[in-house]
């Protein structure tokens, strides 16, 4: 079967990094998202990664490891409206998204 | 603004009764997508459109019904509705398949007594 873990929540201090953690397993493989979901609001887009590697967008990265099945969302410099549940998605053969149940992260003073 | 419009937001409904969910797009993307989701299961795919026309049944499609008459509109129906379909239901779009970022709504919340 298909199936995506990720852990259900983590705590990090205001302005540390946090790594959240991902791994996937489906038929066949077209890339990974991760999306950025506030209490209450739709999901918004963060990065996409189909190859091997590290990719920055400002605060926030994401790598992908294809042969581990493993991804992870790199946040420095936590601020509080980091605070969000994290949702990590696969792209199976069929180019359906196969969606976690996201990671919710709570960030402290 | 260019975006998704889902509504309604918000509806109590009786259990049987029949509701359709609406959702617009105005971005003229290709493919729409309706979600739920539910605390602790994540979303889950009902329908999808990957064109005008054309629609396909997703994870959990039984009970829900969905049309694509034009590019721009995606509505949900739900026929008899039950307790078990209370939910938020997410709609998004996406320019094309499966590769694409998808971009959401901002959600219906549904409850069925």
């Known amino acids: 079967g298909q199936n995506i873990d990720q852990p259900t929540e983590m705590t990090a201090t205001e302005g540390a990094i946090v790594q959240i953690n991902c791994t996937y397993q489906?038929?066949?493989?077209?890339?990974l998202f991760w999306y950025q979901q506030h209490a209450g609001e739709a999901p918004t887009f963060l990065s996409y990664?189909?190859l091997d590697g590290l990719e920055e967008k400002g605060r926030f990265s994401s790598f992908l490891s294809r042969s581990k099945g493993y991804s992870y969302l790199l946040l420095k410099e936590l601020q509080m409206k980091d605070s969000a549940s994290y949702l990590c998605?696969?792209?199976?053969?069929?180019?359906?998204?196969?969606w976690g149940a996201g990671t919710k992260l709570i960030i402290k003073p | 603004i260019a975006g998704i419009t889902q509504a309604p937001t918000s509806q109590i409904l009786a259990a049987g009764r029949r509701m359709t969910l609406r959702c617009t797009q105005d971005?003229?993307?290709?493919?729409m997508y309706w979600y739920r989701q539910d605390l602790g299961l994540g979303l889950r795919l009902i329908h999808y459109?990957?064109?005008?026309?054309?629609?396909g049944k997703g994870e959990v499609p039984d009970g829900y019904s969905v049309s694509r008459a034009n590019t721009d509109d995606f509505p949900l129906t739900l026929a008899s509705a039950v307790p078990s379909q209370t939910s938020v239901y997410f709609c998004?779009?996406?320019?094309?398949?499966?590769?694409?970022?998808?971009?959401f709504g901002d959600g219906t919340r549904l409850s069925i007594l």
């Open positions: 990664n189909v």
């Open positions: 971005m003229r993307h290709n493919a």
């Open positions: 998004a779009s996406s320019e094309g398949e499966g590769n694409q970022p998808q971009h």
């Open positions: 459109s990957n064109t005008a026309g054309t629609t």
């Open positions: 489906t038929s066949g493989f077209n890339g």
């Open positions: 998605a696969a792209v199976d053969s069929n180019y359906q998204l196969i």
